[in-house]
């Protein structure tokens, strides 16, 4: 098999023909990956890209420790939560030691979506209330309930009771942040619409990565609470050491949630996620509601996520994500005062996000510029992402094994996919 | 480690202090399980216990061609569907293959319970309409848009714009479903809702097991589509052979959905789940909506299902469900004449419900004798499940490598269990 064109070609027609118009693909001509290994991944003709693009391989492709746990957990028991098994209660212990003291009880879930639906379900159980607030261009999952909390995928449409504010990207917005919250609550109340959360991802990834001035999100978090809602922090794409000085994105903030959602990079991949939650919470919910999850939960998907904190602990992978981040930070600032398409770069640890600019003031064509750039970018062997309402601002998210070499290699291919981009 | 009550004692307390309230547990001293193969499951004392419950591990418990796929594919190459990847279009030229010409197009997700709610977020989209008919003690996901349509689960009420009807669980319901359907649709026209769908489990698992007069979807179906709804078929239980003649539970009935949703067995406990759709469908859905499941169709997950399809292929699970189902059947059938705790069998394949009845005609008891006989067929080293809206239906479901030796051995065990729950 080879990645020639014609293969592209003939893939893209299979799958144009097998899985309709909803699967997209990345890139103006896709790749066809067969391998993968650490850092790097390798398309059918055994050409390497170094992936910057996926927060899910957070301990880098196909790691040894992992395939390992997967395989001998997958040999021996796969079951359900309605046994008794260790590995659950392994992982609970394991997860919530990472957390705050008020937060005491988890439920297993396979995806973020299926965590963040049930947070909000939970969220309005337990405080009567229907309102939600998210960002403007917020990702929150693909369910009915979430693809109307998600104004950056689904239709775009806001579900019924969901109100969105400003993100917090720039540093006015998010000194603003309290008060948009403030403000928000009050249209809410003014819509006779009872609060039930802020759903918050604490990067704030799909608008476009927010690290600006930490705290913003607690002093918001006292408004929604004082109006009878809940806090929930969505650490699907922050969590898991990634920001690099804490486990968790919250943490960043100073902030306490009511319930905390996770999921992409907690199996390495596998389909694994999870919500913790208050106890008091669940309370509540656990007595009127009966909540069974067939995969949550389970023995193999807990040996996965159980081997993945084992890497993230004995690699020492959050204190690499800091000091590489910040090597990476500042590497990227420098490539911005070469280059004048490049706006302000913005990140915590390896969760990174760099604006590209319009050519004038007056244009409205950064869209087209930053597509330029990963399209280029992928050219020089390096994968990443893009994000914001105009998909104009690189998102560099890197396996959290990546290293010094692999952070000049990104830098010296960006500075190249730039100028070919410009010609 | 050894399975004595202070070590059931122990992971009880454990999981109540990590795991919370919304966590039951099947049996009045709930298993501990370590290990399992095939039809046989294992305690942490050693004890064997048949798992006639289960109708995950379709094709028994850590079945080692299913065990090899996983783990090659995990040590070669986990990604998403943004790339091209070979996996996931085999495995949807398989599926498809097995359904009717007018399903064209899948799209993968990781359960159940996401398959159902995008196909409750499709039917909405193309049809217009909100309305969705449910059978009365229905299952079919934890998401909120599904708990609304889960009577059996969830706080138990409807959603908005959610109408039930009786599941066609006797000779006289099943004869009268169509008719049912029609009336529903009537008062949903009354209360000026529109239809979307009907959500139907093709065997009506949770409201006890529907085998009477296949057919009866199909005269339903043309009521629901005369008035402008889809119909969309739920084969997270049924699905993948079970029913012994077909792979998939509408197909006994003659009818062709529009949506098909498959989950539980298709990874044998790995989660992956999917939607198929007639292609026009998604075409009307996909040009207004975006849709992206990060782990759904990842390339570890599909070759997981590929190796879980060639088992059913090669072992001849299919006929073997067939065989043994209706082997199962007739031993059923001169256990209820001994016994007369017991109703009559209903069942198709491997898939089947015996109701248990109360003591007496005015009795109300019929809830606490299945509950017994579960409890004392697990004492005698078997596990099998209830449904129904009173839980009174045993729910007998093994791996589909289930043979007659087994199908003997359970049927001693049940006839023993019964006369330990009788006294």
């Not at 909803?22 to 067969?34: D, K, N, Q, R």
């Not at 391989?57 to 098994?85: D, F, I």
């Not at 770069?345 to 330029?372: E, K, N, Y």
Request: with cysteine; hydrophobic share 45%; glycine share 10%.
């Amino acid at each position: 098999m080879s990645n020639t064109s014609s293969d592209i070609t003939s893939l893209l027609a299979r799958r144009r023909r097998l899985l309709g118009p909803t699967y997209g693909h990345f890139y103006a001509e896709p790749l066809h990956f067969v391998r993968a290994e650490g850092v790097w991944m390798y398309d059918a003709e055994g050409r390497a890209y170094l992936d910057v693009y996926n927060n899910v391989p957070v301990v880098g492709h196909c790691h040894p420790h992992v395939v390992e746990a997967l395989s001998r957990q997958a040999r021996t028991l796969n079951t359900h939560t309605r046994y008794l098994t260790d590995q659950p209660l392994e992982l609970a212990e394991r997860l919530l030691a990472t957390m705050p003291d008020e937060i005491g009880h988890m439920i297993f879930t396979c995806t973020g979506s299926e965590a963040n639906d049930l947070a909000i379900r939970i969220a309005k159980a337990t405080t009567g209330g229907t309102g939600v607030i998210v960002s403007e261009f917020a990702y929150h999952g693909i369910t009915e309930t979430l693809a109307g909390m998600s104004p950056s995928s689904g239709t775009g449409q806001l579900g019924p009771g969901v109100f969105a504010v400003p993100a917090p990207i720039s540093q006015a917005s998010a000194a603003d942040f309290p008060a948009a919250i403030q403000r928000c609550l009050e249209r809410m109340q003014a819509a006779n619409i009872k609060p039930a959360a802020l759903l918050a991802d604490t990067i704030f990834s799909s608008d476009g990565v927010a690290s600006h001035a930490p705290g913003f999100l607690a002093d918001a978090a006292k408004h929604v609470r004082a109006a009878g809602g809940l806090v929930i922090a969505d650490e699907v794409q922050p969590g898991f050491a990634r920001t690099g000085q804490h486990m968790w994105g919250f943490q960043r903030h100073g902030l306490v949630p009511d319930l905390i959602t996770m999921g992409k990079p907690m199996g390495n991949g596998h389909p694994i996620a999870a919500l913790a939650a208050r106890p008091e919470l669940l309370e509540q919910f656990g007595a009127r509601t009966r909540y069974f999850n067939t995969f949550g939960g389970n023995t193999v998907s807990c040996a996965v996520a159980l081997a993945v904190l084992d890497v993230i602990e004995r690699q020492g992978l959050m204190r690499n994500a800091h000091d590489i981040g910040n090597y990476l930070l500042a590497g990227l600032a420098r490539l911005a005062a070469q280059h004048p398409c490049l706006g302000e770069v913005r990140g915590a640890g390896l969760f990174i996000g760099l604006p590209v600019l319009a050519t004038s003031a007056g244009a409205d064509d950064s869209r087209q510029r930053a597509a330029r750039i990963v399209n280029a970018l992928k050219q020089r062997g390096a994968l990443i992402g893009l994000a914001g309402p105009k998909a104009d601002v690189l998102k560099i998210r890197p396996p959290l094994t990546f290293g010094r070499a692999e952070a000049d290699l990104l830098l010296e291919r960006l500075d190249q996919a730039i100028r070919d981009s410009s010609t």
